[in-house]
């Protein structure tokens, strides 16, 4: 199965005569307008295997703003599958239409299930799995984030040959899964930097589940609080990187992910001369869904 999408390119930052690295941005959110960054590089042989298994549903897991929700209803929407969108907490049942994560995915033609938080982590179990098989008749799992050894094989092919030129990869992480494949498919030579955007040291055991190499690190300072946290400075940030660059960032991840870059340039992380490329894994979608939460707050909007 074949996605009509466009080849990610990576474009340069020009960061000023004083700098002293290359930095370069591979933009894998211009890859598909719906199903871009790494959740085109996870579902791609995801999607695949749900054929030879002659599966006609897609069932998976999410929060309000998922950006693998929406990818999984669109791909869904394009290809002919059903979806199913087991959703954390149950208060979201009736404000469908007032997230436009869940809006767009409806607009795709998935289906919900809305459970408690307490339900929600049950989500791995095999009694739970049969519950919804019972629910909903057979499915392709997919999990959330949608990280499993089909996704980190496709976020395998992030890296191409001609970017074994850098020195640093840097990338978000969320479920480790994107992660894990820039590993696998890095030169010897290359150091990987995660930037979580979750707070805890978890995530090193579940990367290690999939990553080949040891040349990884995490970088845990950026995470703003936890996951969908972020303050004014976040936010100014981003809409400053988007006027210098033309490069819009989401604040769950890449603006993150941008913003410790930057900082740790400015700090001397980087030796002098380094070559970086930073990963640009889409999540565009779930800007307009912050924005509301910023409105009530009285915060600057993401522009």
Request: proline share 4%.
């Amino acid at each position: 199965m074949n996605f009509k999408v466009h080849l990610s390119e990576n474009q340069s930052l020009n960061l000023g005569p004083n700098s002293k690295c290359f930095v370069s941005v591979k933009r894998e959110d211009l890859i598909h307008p719906y199903i871009s960054g790494n959740k085109y590089r996870k579902l791609k042989y995801n999607l695949a295997h749900a054929n030879v298994e002659a599966k006609d549903t897609l069932l998976t897991f999410g929060g309000a703003f998922s950006n693998h929700i929406a990818a999984v209803a669109a791909v869904g929407n394009e290809f002919g599958f059903k979806t199913i969108g087991v959703i954390r907490g149950e208060e979201l049942v009736d404000k469908i239409d007032g997230n436009p994560t869940l809006k767009f995915a409806k607009s795709c033609g998935m289906q919900f299930k809305f459970v408690t938080r307490e339900e929600f982590r049950n989500k791995i179990s095999e009694e739970y799995i049969h519950n919804l098989k019972s629910e909903f008749g057979d499915f392709y799992l997919i999990p959330e984030g949608g990280t499993n050894d089909l996704a980190v094989k496709g976020c395998e092919e992030i890296l191409l040959e001609e970017d074994s030129k850098f020195d640093y990869i840097c990338c978000s992480v969320g479920t480790g899964g994107t992660i894990s494949g820039i590993i696998n498919a890095s030169k010897p030579n290359q150091q990987i930097l995660g930037f979580p955007a979750l707070k805890g040291d978890f995530l090193r055991e579940e990367i290690s589940k999939f990553a080949k190499n040891p040349n990884w690190q995490l970088i845990t300072d950026y995470h703003f609080g936890g996951y969908a946290k972020i303050n004014p400075e976040l936010i100014g940030f981003m809409n400053q990187f988007k006027r210098d660059y033309n490069i819009p960032l989401d604040p769950v991840y890449t603006g993150k992910l941008m913003f410790g870059v930057m900082d740790l340039m400015r700090k001397g992380y980087f030796p002098e001369t380094s070559k970086i490329l930073v990963i640009h894994t889409g999540g565009l979608q779930g800007v307009s869904g912050m924005n509301e939460l910023l409105k009530k707050k009285q915060w600057p909007l993401i522009s």
